[in-house]
Structure formats: structure tokens, C-alpha cells
């Protein structure tokens, strides 16, 4: 399985504990499983700001999900460079999993509700930010990188008919 891991601002240490989860899960698989296409391949693109207003999708996302075609993508970070990445993966057909919904403080909080919207498995890094996501009505797990990669895993079974 490829997935495609796009940082925004603010995401490093979700991403430095997400990378350790998936390099932990291709280390147990067992050699003989290996053949089932579990194993997880990562590609890791560091976005800056968006250039250009966000809902038009993020050049160095959209650039990096034409290049890996990931079965997934994941988002760490927030604001306006995680709302287009966002985007740029919708465009792209690949479901998202995004590690810091909920999150809706300071002048980035409309974009963080956005991004959330967008993504297809949603991940807290708090209580309260659960909290929020389910008064918008948002389904969420509590953040951890095996949560990550157990929803990478569930929305790759979810998107591509080969059998597991």
C-alpha cells in the first residue's frame, strides 16, 4: 500500500509519531504476508502556504499525489496549507485521513473546519477536540499513530476492490 503523507505547518510532531507507527507495522509483518500488498510504502512532501487562495488546492500536494498515486494520504498540520492539501487530494480521488481535527483556535479556525470536512477518517489530539467534532455532527477517533495507521488501512480496504 502507497500512501502519500503531506505536512502543513504545525504538523512535525504528528508526523514524527505517525512514521514511527508505520515503520513499527512493516518491521511485525511477517515475511509470508508480505505478498497481501500490507506492507506500507511512504512518500512525505513538506507543504508551505498555499499560493493562491486555498480551495483551489495546494501546487505542491497536487504535484505530489500525480507523482506517488497514493491508495491514501495523510494530513498532519493545520490552517490554510492543510485546508488545500485537502483539496488537492478530493481533486485527486485519494481519501484522507487528517491527525489534527478539531481544532478550531486562532485566525485559522474556518480553514481547520474545512479540512476536517474534506477528510474521510478524522483523528483528535484532544478531548476537546473530539468534543467539537461530535457537536458539529463529525465522527473522530482520539489521535495516536496507530489509530492512523489503522484508519490508513481501513480506507485503503474501503477504496480499492483488491481483495485483503
Known sequence: MRILVLAAPGGEEARAAAAAAVAAW?????IRL???DLVIEEAAVALGPPEGVPAEGHPG??????????????????GPAALAAAVSAGRA???LVR???GLRDGPDADADR??????AALLAPS??????LAAEG???EPFSAEAAVKALIRLRRESEEAPW
Do not use: C, I, K, M
Open 26 to 30: 512493516n518491521r511485525a509483518l511477517d
Open 127 to 132: 478531548g476537546e477536540a473530539l468534543a467539537v
Open 34 to 36: 508480505r505478498f497481501l
Open 61 to 78: 500536494a497536487a504535484e505530489a499525489l500525480r507523482r506517488e498515486r497514493p491508495s491514501v494520504a495523510l494530513l498532519h498540520g493545520r
Open 99 to 101: 491527525t489534527a481535527a
Open 114 to 119: 474545512a479540512a476536517d470536512r474534506l477528510a
Open 93 to 95: 480521488g485519494v481519501p
Open 138 to 140: 463529525l465522527a473522530a
